[in-house]
T-cell receptor
Framework: AQTVTQSQPEMSVQEAETVTLSCTYDTSESDYYLFWYKQPPSRQMILVIRQEAYKQQNATENRFSVNFQKAAKSFSLKISDSQLGDAAMYFCAYRRYNNNDMRFGAGTRLTVKP | DVKVTQSSRYLVKRTGEKVFLECVQDMDHENMFWYRQDPGLGLRLIYFSYDVKMKEKGDIPEGYSVSREKKERFSLILESASTNQTSMYLC??????????????FGNGTRLTVT
């Protein structure tokens, strides 16, 4: 079974600074997707960024970027110029290419200090 | 935008009650999912459905059942609620095919308390 590990239960960052959230996963598959979801206090899970495993280029969405290391099975999220609205739980997730099931990590709670 | 709507934001039920959690999506997605979210455990899949009347067990199906009579609606049923089913329940949907089939689209969650 695939597992997703987020080793940082909590992180904090100063407003305008950069923070990196870690995620590792375990799989024997070669084709899969990786995701970062954000869950603010409103509880709505919002897709932040996605990465297809076959793409070598790291995905970027505005202030959010990933460092995808396929051989190391690592998928970290970097948030640049952190804003107060970035405060949330962040979940790393894995989905096999032709499979309906999505696996989630335990989450990292990010606090942004003004 | 995809909208996934869960009928209740908060529910309080008594032990032994039969509980229905309802979820509706408006984008004609084939796949629908029920997850349970607990602190330190992330999201765990209870059941999913890839078509009307079709269902597959996830990681923690015990104590739960599901119903999908219409494509847009996926119900989670707690046959006899127990205190260890106190949790946040998240419904999600996704496409089966196409470029956008990969991500899940989530509802706002139902926080269920069983007393």
């Amino acid at each position: 079974a695939q597992t997703v590990t987020q080793s940082q239960p909590e992180m904090s960052v100063q407003e305008a600074e950069t923070v990196t959230l870690s995620c590792t996963y375990d799989t024997s598959e070669s084709d899969y997707y990786l995701f970062w979801y954000k869950q603010p206090p409103s509880r709505q899970m919002i897709l932040v960024i996605r990465q297809e495993a076959y793409k070598q280029q790291n995905a970027t969405e505005n202030r959010f970027s990933v460092n995808f290391q396929k051989a190391a099975k690592s998928f970290s999220l970097k948030i640049s110029d952190s804003q107060l609205g970035d405060a949330a739980m962040y979940f790393c997730a894995y989905r096999r290419y032709n499979n309906n099931d999505m696996r989630f990590g335990a989450g990292t709670r990010l606090t942004v200090k003004p | 935008d995809v909208k996934v709507t869960q009928s209740s934001r908060y529910l309080v039920k008594r032990t032994g009650e039969k509980v229905f959690l309802e979820c509706v999506q408006d984008m004609d997605h084939e796949n629908m999912f029920w997850y349970r979210q607990d602190p330190g455990l992330g999201l765990r899949l209870i059941y999913f459905s890839y078509d009307v009347k079709m269902k597959e067990k996830g990681d923690i199906p015990e104590g739960y059942s599901v119903s999908r009579e219409k494509k847009e609606r996926f119900s989670l049923i707690l046959e006899s609620a127990s205190t260890n089913q106190t949790s946040m329940y998240l419904c999600a949907s996704s496409l089966v095919r196409g470029e956008d089939r990969a991500p899940l689209h989530f509802g706002n969650g139902t926080r269920l308390t069983v007393t």
